[in-house]
Every structure is written in C-alpha cells, then in structure tokens.
C-alpha cells in the first residue's frame, strides 16, 4: 500500500473545471494585479475569520512581515515568539531589525507557553518610563507573536492579558490554522492586532502557488497594510512610507475563491481522519511508545498537521518510508539553535521543551482523501516497529 505524505491530485480533480473556469475569466479580463478576484477574496476570508478587513498579500512570510512593518516594528525593538515553528516566524522579525525573543513551548499543544512568557516578562524584563525594556539587551519589547501551531489555537488569554498590561500588540501567527477556534469558539486570527495566514499549496485551504493575507480588526491599520503592499504609494507614484510589493496574484485569488466553498468539508475530513487514527492508535495499545495529539476540550483543531510524539523518531521514519508511508519533521532544529541566530547568543538546552519535540516529532498523513484503511496501515506500520512481534 502506498500512503503519500500529501497528494493534492484527488482534490485537483474534484474542482478542475471550475478552477480553470476561474483562470480563463481572469486571463480574458487581462486584469491581473488587485483586481475583483482579490477583493472577493479579502472580504470573504476576513469574514471567514470573524474580522471586519483581510488585505491579501503574496505569502504567509510577507504576511508576517508586513503586519510587524505596519505596526512600525524595528531596529532597537524585540518580539517575543515561539523557537518551535517556521521559520518565517523569526525570520520576519529579524528582516525588520528587530531581535526575536524565543520563550518556550507547551508539550502538549506545542504552542508557545503563556507561563513562559509571563516568567520572561516578569524576571527578564522592566518598565522604563512605561514601556517593558529586556534587561539583558536594552531592546524594548514591542509584540507577541504566538503561533497556533499545526492547526490548534494556541491559549490566548493569558497573552493577551500579558500583551494588555505591557501595551505589547499582538501578532497572530495562523499561517496553519485558518477556521481554527478555541475552546470557546472564538476563532484564530481574531484575538489580536493582525492575524497572519498562508495559502501555501499544503494548507488546509491552498492556492496553486505561494499567496497568503493579513486580517484585521482595525479599518486604520487595514488601511496602512494595503499602502504598504505597494511600496507604501498612494496615490501611485507618491511614497509617504517605504513598502514592498507583497501583493496577492490575482490568479491565486481566483482559485482560492474556488477553494474557500470547500474549506470546512476538508476541514472536517482531516478531523476524521485524526479521530480514525486515535481509535486505531488505542486498539493497538503502544502508548508507551507513541503520544498522539491532544486538541483541548471544545476547540476546532483544523489538523493541518497530525503530529505524534515517538521513541526512536528517526529509525521510525525509515521503517515508514521503506512501508511506502510518508512523513515529515516539522520541526528538526529549533530556531534559537538555527545558525543564523547564533548572534542571539543561545545554546542546547535554553528551550528544553521545544529541543524535545524537534527531536520525538513526526507528522503523519493527514489529508481529507486518505480512506481509513491507508489510515490503519501507518499504524498497523507503526504498531509493527514497536512490537515486531
């Protein structure tokens, strides 16, 4: 049996003929910069998101960057984040000028630890003249970046309440978990300054490229953020701020459009395929060996990912790719031990939590098209490697 990682062929073949349709209108209307399909776009997903304003842009990266440009994050300013993600996560911080602070890890949601955070600030900070300045560097600490890793809404109200007290603004990091809500039905994207998603093609709701959008409560910041996607110019040719250009492809939004109709039947899917894996991960009784994902009580995991915790991660993988079974690492070096931050000054050890899931983790097929037998044989396959008996 061969059990692809992801194949986006079945979903291609059931949207086909209205995605070329989509196409063909934008390629005849020669119309292909911010046109309608943008707008479509924007208002739909903003409203997906319970927002009031969606600005699309041309990857979840320039996502995240463009919301710390328009929230005037930079040089001499620091943004506190999770090590475990991404790496556009940081990266985008540091494109700014500004210094990511990495506090660690919840190891079960593998979201950023609000009690991280809150011993950070309490023991690694101060207030100079009303604002919380890092001890250790001197930079002031402007945001909170937290991540809703892997599908799952990361828990919000302890940093908000942080973010409150310390006038820090909020950056959400959704570039997984579009549709994604907490416990109490609150939604990703919409508990912060600026919510960030990707349409990259392996997302739960992906374009046939790179795109991706900024939501947002704040028709003023909305505003700066459709300035600053095109070099900061408005009127054309007239520059009050120095932009990019992160514009979303008119093409891209056309299919996202064919797409969003489709969203929470994926969504749904991928949800029961996580539950046929949990009861068949039960009947097979190797807890001891493998810890599957826990979504909180109530909440709406979306699993763009489903993600295990394992013994001997990587001997596993092998015996998985030599069953035909594919599978990923997200992620396998924490970005405070990436080598590009080595001027942050840390080492093994500084965020033990998310150093321990680079190291147990592994993601297992999850699309909506799986059917439950190829689900059963990953773990029939698994099961095998532990128990080869």
Not at 105 to 131: K, M, Q, W, Y
Not at 312 to 336: C, F, K, M, N, W
């Amino acid at each position: 049996m061969q059990v692809p990682l992801l194949d986006l062929k079945p979903q291609y073949a059931t949207l086909k003929d209205d995605a070329l349709a989509a196409i063909e209108r934008v390629c005849a209307s020669q119309h292909f910069i911010l046109g309608s399909e943008v707008t479509r776009l924007e208002q739909d997903i903003a409203a997906y998101s319970r927002t009031q304003y969606g600005v699309g842009v041309s990857s979840g990266t320039d996502a995240l960057l463009l919301a710390l440009m328009a929230l005037d994050i930079g040089v001499g300013h620091e943004v506190i984040t999770s090590p475990y993600t991404f790496f556009a996560t940081a990266g985008t911080i540091a494109r700014t000028g500004a210094r990511p602070v990495f506090c660690d890890i919840d190891p079960v949601s593998f979201n950023l630890d609000s009690a991280a955070v809150a011993h950070f600030v309490s023991t690694g900070c101060e207030n100079r003249d009303g604002h919380l300045v890092n001890k250790a560097t001197g930079g002031l600490i402007k945001a909170i970046m937290p991540v809703h890793l892997y599908g799952q809404v990361a828990h919000m109200d302890p940093l908000l309440a942080i973010a409150r007290r310390h006038g820090l603004k909020v950056i959400e990091d959704a570039a997984q978990a579009i549709g994604s809500d907490d416990e109490h039905g609150r939604r990703a994207c919409s508990f912060g300054d600026v919510g960030a998603l990707s349409f990259f093609p392996t997302k739960n709701l992906g374009a046939f490229g790179d795109a991706g959008m900024c939501v947002t409560n704040d028709a003023e910041l909305a505003e700066r953020m459709r300035v600053l996607r095109v070099h900061g110019g408005k009127p054309k040719y007239y520059h009050s701020m120095i932009g990019g250009n992160f514009r979303i492809d008119e093409l891209q939004a056309a299919v996202l459009n064919v797409k969003l109709p489709y969203l929470d039947a994926w969504s749904a899917a991928r949800q029961r395929n996580a539950a046929i894996y949990d009861a068949a991960f039960a009947r097979v009784a190797i807890g001891e060996f493998v810890r599957t994902p826990a979504a909180a009580k109530g909440s709406r995991h979306i699993y763009n990912q489903y993600v295990i915790r394992v013994k001997s991660r990587d001997q596993l993988r092998a015996h998985l790719a030599a069953a035909h079974v594919g599978t990923e690492i997200y992620y396998p070096v924490p970005l405070h031990l990436q080598q590009c931050f080595e001027y942050l000054g840390h080492q093994a050890g500084d965020f033990p939590q998310s150093e321990r899931a680079a190291n147990e983790t592994l993601a297992l097929p999850i699309y909506p098209e799986l059917a439950p037998e190829q689900l059963q044989y990953v773990v029939d396959s698994i099961a095998r490697f532990y128990r080869p008996g």
